[in-house]
């Protein structure tokens, strides 16, 4: 352990992290406020129900988006669902499902602001399994009642089969969705077979690989996570150690990815930064001082 790690850190996130992410640091590391997560998630909320307003750094669109929502639920996750915004969230969702029961992985508006060159979509997008499928997964997890919910639910399992393991973002949201689905036995029955499947395709690097790519803990980050008997315990402490040795100067950690501009790379390097924070204290890797 390094009993500078978290104090550097720390810093880097009172310095540079969005509000989001400073009260998240309070809430995780000093006892802070759900509440004011709340207030301050509340911020990228829209009339609609929807997400947007760049709290997805990569588009910089206000109007609503599915992946902003999805990351919405996923920061509520951290701190508890509230009622009042899921059920706004959820209405927006209906608003934007296509007839196949999912909703699409990106909404033309957001083509009208800068975004990063990989966000491109149609002018009548399908619905997508990412995310319509991590959506699904998280509005399970918390028993969300919701009329959205079991088409697409349905739509996620008649998608996930067939579906090419090559993009790690899919297989994530698919991944978010075979956790906590209900059917727990087709579930354990595709988590198999689906972590055989990103072995085959590489979607599992190695601990010295460089790149955007994602290694032992990006899939298996905590010691109760469903896929941490994937791994062996050799791989997640190496790459705990790599980790370690990523903290950058600065006390932050770095993204693997080109950055929209400076302004969204310190945006994106504090939403690391503290995930980073979280994996190394549920890996009983870091040391908590101040």
Known sequence: MNNTVFARAAEFI?????????????YHFQGGSRTEVLAALTAYQNADGGFGNALEPDIRCPDSQPVPTQHALEFLDEVGFDAAMVQRICDYLLTITTAEGGVPWLLPAALRYPHAPWWQTVENPPASLNPTAAIAGLLHKHQVDHEWLAPATAFSWSKLAAMPVTDMHEVGAVLTFLYHVPDRQRAEQEL???????????????????????????????????????????????????TLAEQQADGGWTIPWPPLSPGCEVEWRGWVTLATLRRLQANGRLLITG
């Open 192 to 242: 198999d077979r689906l972590v055989g499947a990103m072995r085959t395709a590489g979607l599992i690097a190695d601990t010295a690989a460089t790149g955007y790519v994602r290694k032992a803990l990006d899939w298996a980050p905590t010691p109760d996570h469903p896929l941490r008997n994937y791994f062996s315990e050799e791989q997640l402490q190496a790459h705990l150690d790599a």
């Open 14 to 26: 009172w310095q540079n992290a969005r509000l989001l992410e400073r009260r998240l640091f309070a």
